[in-house]
């Protein structure tokens, strides 16, 4: 993998906003065979799980809005998918970081490299979801907040697991990078998750309706079908927003920590591990 250039995954530059999205969608395509089924067993769970409540807060598929009367249930909805989705992303980012540490390094990491649990921190990894998943409750029960606890937190699993430092200090090491250079990082996870946020919206509607416009949804099906469709959208969402924290946490390095330059300065033969571990 050349250091610079179009092609490169992940060139050792810093790149701009369209280079980021462009290289984590790059990154994705090269690991989708392990990342995107992995994602979809996520996502499927996320969406059984989501439905007792969305019943209760009497929404109707496939936009799953509110029906007046019901907002304290639809706010509890959005809680817990605010967290559930921050937590798949965080799983996800396990494997999409250490692709992206490879693709940093010059090589293309394979599957059976991507699911080897040795040296992948999957323990530091688990242990962190129900952190994430409890900062992002919190987060959404205030409103707005949750703009805030997402942006800080999508560098949790790449400081985990690429920077490898100690579990209890990969939130807050992931919050340090968001705010640097102004909070490039957060607001790029931000712009990020609402780019595929409406690719989700018009991809799970849009297919929906198509299906009942041409006779093919039998009432019995509509919510099976509607949670099916939504899986599967999140089934590519959840994985590129994981690669997009992936490749916005190198680059950042890069940009605020040389990164670029200890690689290059790095002696031959050296662990990719200790190339890309953070100073301590």
Same mark, same amino acid.
């Given at each position: 993998m050349p250091d610079a250039g179009p092609t490169a995954v992940l060139p050792r530059r810093p790149l701009t906003v369209g280079e980021l999205l462009d290289s984590a969608v790059l990154l994705l395509r090269d690991h989708a065979r392990v990342l995107v089924p992995f994602a979809a067993l996520l996502a499927a769970g996320e969406q059984?799980?989501?439905?007792?409540?969305?019943?209760? #807060?009497?929404?109707?598929?496939? $936009?799953?809005?509110?029906?007046?009367?019901?907002? =304290?249930?639809?706010? &509890?909805? *959005?809680?817990?998918?605010?967290?559930?989705?921050?937590?798949?992303?965080?799983?996800?980012?396990?494997?999409a970081a250490r692709a992206a540490g490879a693709a940093l390094l010059g090589r293309r990491a394979g599957a059976r490299e991507l699911l080897r649990p040795a040296g992948a921190r999957w323990g530091g990894t688990l242990l962190l979801v129900p952190v994430v998943g409890a900062v992002m409750t919190t987060a959404?029960?205030?409103?707005?907040?949750?703009?805030?606890g997402f942006a800080l937190l999508g560098a949790v699993a790449p400081a985990l697991v690429v920077d490898r430092v100690h579990p209890l200090r990969a939130p807050l090491r992931s919050a340090t990078l968001a705010v640097r250079a102004g909070g490039r990082?957060?607001?790029?996870?931000?712009?990020?998750?609402? #780019?595929?946020?409406?690719?989700? $919206?018009?991809?799970?509607?849009?297919?929906?309706? =198509?299906?009942?416009? &041409?006779? *093919?949804?039998?009432?019995?099906?509509?919510?099976?079908?509607?949670?099916l469709i939504w899986a599967g959208v999140n089934s590519v969402a959840y994985?590129?927003?994981?690669?997009?924290?992936?490749?916005?946490?190198?680059?950042?390095?890069?940009?605020?920590?040389?990164?670029?330059?200890?690689?290059?300065?790095?002696?031959?033969?050296?662990?990719?591990?200790?190339?890309?571990?953070?100073?301590?």
């Open positions: 059984l799980l989501l439905l007792p409540v969305r019943l209760a #807060a009497g929404t109707d598929q496939p $936009v799953w809005f509110a029906e007046f009367g019901r907002f =304290g249930w639809y706010w &509890l909805l *959005l809680v817990i998918g605010a967290a559930t989705e921050a937590m798949i992303i965080m799983v996800l980012g396990n494997p959404a029960l205030l409103g707005p907040t949750w703009i805030i990082a957060g607001a790029v996870r931000l712009l990020g998750y609402l #780019a595929w946020w409406l690719v989700r $919206v018009g991809l799970g509607v849009g297919v929906y309706y =198509g299906l009942d416009g &041409l006779d *093919l949804l039998p009432e019995t099906w509509q919510i099976p079908v509607s949670l994985p590129a927003i994981a690669c997009l924290d992936a490749v916005v946490h190198l680059e950042t390095r890069i940009r605020t920590e040389g990164l670029d330059i200890l690689l290059a300065r790095a002696p031959a033969g050296t662990p990719d591990a200790a190339l890309l571990a953070a100073l301590r």
